[in-house]
């Protein structure tokens, strides 16, 4: 963001910082708005390294591709979400590394699977004010983690929701307990009684299948 926006400029940058990568390229590329707006949308996507050298727009709903890139914007919005989220956390790891040497801070940068990804910005960011590295460096460094870690996580629930090995054995685990309940069930002489003890083994049987939905 430049620092030397007026009053209004901060306004309408304000306004549309918050929106989706998609969102703004379309804006972008309709070319519709004030001239002022459509300045700060792509200084927005600058920003973003997310402005494309040429747009194609379709005429169906005016959305913006980009020709020579595929960018993924779902991966730049959620980089992008995860580094306002952890502001407050980089300025306090900051505080903390401030008095660490440069051997130090680059040994957490080099170890940045072992820390949290702000701890990993609060040190980039003090061999940055320190001179050690340019303000373009650190954002490629940065860049690279955050894509690292957005892989790591995407990959993790492609896995989680592609193993659909166990699930048989947890259907037919179910089933039993089931049966189960409704036998034991006919056998509790108080008719009050039988609809929580079916329901105790009902829950007995499905809760795997619950516990791997939502683990």
Request: hydrophobic share 35%.
């Amino acid at each position: 963001m430049k620092k030397d926006y007026t009053d209004d400029q901060q306004r309408i940058y304000n306004a549309y910082v918050e929106k989706s990568t998609q969102t703004l390229l379309e804006i972008f590329g309709s070319n519709k708005g004030a001239i002022e707006e459509i300045e700060i949308v792509e200084e927005i996507l600058i920003e973003r390294k997310s402005l494309p050298k040429t747009f194609n727009i379709k005429s169906t709903n005016g959305s913006v591709v980009p020709e020579e890139e595929e960018i993924d914007y779902e991966k730049e919005d959620y980089i992008r979400n995860e580094r306002i989220k952890r502001q407050s956390d980089v300025t306090l790891f900051i505080e903390q590394l401030e008095k660490n040497s440069d051997e130090e801070l680059l040994e957490i940068i080099y170890s940045y699977k072992n820390y949290q990804l702000a701890y990993v910005e609060a040190a980039l960011t003090i061999r940055e004010q320190r001179g050690l590295i340019t303000v373009s460096k650190k954002e490629e460094l940065l860049t690279q983690i955050e894509d690292a870690e957005y892989q790591s996580i995407k990959t993790e629930k492609e896995e989680h929701f592609n193993d659909t090995s166990e699930v048989p054995s947890y259907l037919i685990y179910a089933a039993i307990f089931i049966v189960v309940g409704i036998l034991a069930a006919s056998f509790v002489p108080y008719k009050s009684m039988r609809g929580y003890v079916f329901t105790f083994f009902a829950m007995v049987g499905v809760s795997p299948i619950i516990n791997k939905l939502f683990k």
